[in-house]
């Protein structure tokens, strides 16, 4: 007689809870930051999210808080920095949160997404004990050549799956009591610590863990510039003089921190603002190419496909009921 085996983890999850449309746009800036509403005193979130063609989020992000990203069912590619992820249900991604990433949006795309943010200050901060910042090294020591993915098929992964499944359920849990901030963080550190012995071979002191984080810090100034909507763009000069660099130190860090270089920032920024336009459906194309400081439109439409996987006609076309601006 045959028997059913019983769903793993992930598959009571998807039963268990409803995963929302991932829509993101209004918590993103100029700059593509992704930045949560985090309450003060307990920042940290826990979102269920679906993908599915053409109905989700697109184009590069980037935010402050750290993130933990695990499909529990189907499969999904993800762009961070210069490389793509292939990720199957069951695969767990400490995401490099300050690269710029996105999903990719491809025919067939359909999966479920958990995803666990957190402000660092939550587990770690200068006042904290010296060996609270440990939990957090797998998210300060990633090398663009060697993303940190814990498979699927990893003895490994089972505890990881029943820690994620135990701080989703606290998380969204129907009668909260008064320790649901103590008990979710509870939770997170577990989480935190089996991924941290998964990844035990980051060999970062303290004092390199903090460089890595001030290194961040410092292009704060130039990034809440470059935000700002009539905000002049700098030149290499000018922003790596802003940040107190020389323009060599500078262009090797920001390309370290953000994946890529400091006029491919500038780019990307031309093309968020692009893509904010023809979401608008107010003007044509052409009329953006320029308003973007494109040199034409063949030169915008090769550089906006490389960036959101669509030519800018399909884009506008999908925000504007099928219709195209002339």
Known sequence: M???APPSILETLVADFTFEAHDIARQLDATGQYALPFQREFPLSVRLFQYETECFTQGPTWHEQLEIFCPVEGEIEIQMGGRVLSLKAGDVLIVDHQRLHHVLNRPGL??????????????????????????LLPFYNQLESKAHVLRADEPAVVPVHEALSLLVREFF??????????????RLLNLLLLLLRRFQHLGVL??????????????????????????ERLSLTAAAGLCGMSVTQFS????QVSGMTYVGYLTHLRLTEAARL???GRLGIAAIADMTGF????????????????TPREFQRRFSGGQVIK
């Open 295 to 310: 040199a034409d439109q063949s030169h915008f439409d090769r550089y906006f496909k490389r960036a959101f996987a669509q």
């Open 206 to 231: 303290r004092w390199q863990f903090e460089k890595r984080r001030q290194l961040a810090c410092r292009f704060g100034k130039l990034l809440h510039h470059l935000q700002q909507p009539e905000a």
């Open 173 to 186: 849990a129907t009668e909260p009591d008064q320790y649901r901030a103590a008990a979710c963080k509870a």
């Open 278 to 280: 023809l979401r608008e």
């Open 110 to 135: 359909k999966a479920r997404v958990a995803v666990v943010s957190f402000l660092p200050e939550l587990v770690s901060s200068l006042g904290s004990l010296s060996h609270d910042f440990e939990f």
């Open 252 to 255: 090797r860090l920001f390309k």
């Open 2 to 4: 045959e028997t059913t």
